[in-house]
């Protein structure tokens, strides 16, 4: 999964390249490296996203448990994460 929002990173970093040349009237292909270093950046956090995630989620489980609160539970809607089972 991360690769392919990789894929969709960089599709979409591509594609801000285009807009802001569109929006400052300019031929599309002007600068070609802005278009494959946005791609790039684009690419390194659409495939960082799902790392950075799961570290976030184990971040807020460790604080909800300095409060006393019970952590977050995993479902099949927004947050996917679910803790490894340490039996296996």
């Given at each position: ?8 990173g ?13 929006t ?9 490296w ?31 448990a ?12 927004w ?10």
């Amino acid at each position: 999964m991360g690769f392919l929002r990789g894929v969709l990173g960089g599709g979409l970093g591509f594609a801000a390249a285009m807009l802001t040349n569109a929006t400052k009237k300019v031929p599309m292909s002007r600068k070609p490296w802005t278009h494959a270093f946005s791609a790039t950046i684009g690419f390194y956090l659409g495939y960082k996203y799902d790392v950075w995630e799961i570290d976030y989620v184990k971040e807020i489980n460790e604080l909800r448990a300095e409060r006393g609160m019970l952590p977050m539970m995993a479902s099949t809607g927004w947050l996917r994460f679910k803790e490894p089972d340490a039996s296996q």
